[in-house]
């Protein structure tokens, strides 16, 4: 029996970081040496390291009885707790009716990008997810590639938008940012929203990393300054840890009712609804608590501190330019100044250059400029600082918070000694190339 597959499903490729996983178990089938036993330094993944909040745990057991389907948009108690949750912490005041919980907001971005028409606006360099989707749903797609800042410009954007003849544009707009971990001031959020006004272009705002920014009195939504015209998406992987609870939600902006009841025959046709039990069980992560507060301040400083360290380190390295992140636990390693060197080498792409770092003997992984939709010849990688025990690490942070500098270097040293042997991998590997050249 021969199975024919839709071609518009044949032209679509693996995702990167499903990619990279194959290729990493299969460096660790393969390699030869002792050493490869140990694992590797873990830059590549973007997972949050820490224990999923026991209020979330507790409440996921005492729900698990809870077999029935739940509503479409999702249970009114979740709903809620998300409104209530946003209005305490992001200074949105939101109906509920504008809420519905799927199952992720990567998938959330896909629903909402298969509803919407217009050409989608993809600033780069982009967290690797959503090119695939915008190819997968056959949208019209336009990349606009960053300033030296690794932000949006309004004038690039505004320019763009003139070249684009659809009488609708979708921004995708990732903030805080990943791979950078820069942040959007209110300033140029506003600037960019001046943009969209003018120029019809209705915003994706995915603030799944908003709870991480380190100083979080600077994080302000774009679903605050364009609500006509915003919808954000946010959920539990980030924030609380939960990625495998499979839980976003997105905020419609304001008078979308129409649009709304499209989504949801969208949403009731692919997956009818999210798991009940872990509805229910988010209720108490959204909720405003000490114990919930108490987890986001821990795990958002010791982000801080760990992206501090990551930062500081990288920069020392010769020729190596680093995005300071103000959020998320990513950051932007720029090591195009060994573009020369790396090209003799035969390491020709960003994609090489991952191969080549985590070959023997330095067993270091990264995600490479072309996974983050920058040229394949752009030598840039993002750098995820969370490989370290994360439930030992906050507990450690809780017996003795580290304050100044050397302190706080210190902390690294002692609980994330693969961070710290990574970072000298990276400057190992790049010392060798010069040296070979």
Sequence with gaps: MEFIVDQQVQDIELPENLKLNTFLQEFHSDCPHPECG?????????????PVPKLVQNALVSNASKGTYASVQGIPELRNAISKYNKHYFEIDID???IYVGPGTKELIFNLLEILHGTVILPTPAWLGYLPQIRLLKKNYHMLPTAINRKISPDDLRKLALR?????KILILNNPHNPTGLLYDRLELEEIADVCREQNIIIISDEIYA???????KFVSMGKIYPEGTFV??????SHAAGGYRLGYVIFPQNALDLQMQFKKILATEYTAVSTPIQNAAISGFEISDEMNEYFTITRNIHEIMGEYTYNKLSEIEGVKVTKPEATFYLLADFNYYAMDLQTA??????????????????????????LVLERTDYSARIAYVDYNGSKVYENYQNQKPKILSEREKFVKINAPKIVAGIRMIERFFEQIKKTI
């Design 346 to 371: 035969k390491i020709t792409t960003s994609q090489k250059l991952s191969e080549a770092l985590i070959v023997h003997p330095y067993h270091t992984a990264i995600v490479g400029g072309d996974s």
């Design 38 to 50: 140990f694992g590797f330094y873990g830059f590549a993944f973007g997972q949050s390291p820490f």
């Design 211 to 217: 709870q991480t920014t380190y100083d979080f009195s």
């Design 233 to 238: 998406t946010n959920g539990l992987s980030k």
């Design 96 to 98: 509920p009716q504008r």
């Design 164 to 168: 684009l003849h659809d009488r609708q």
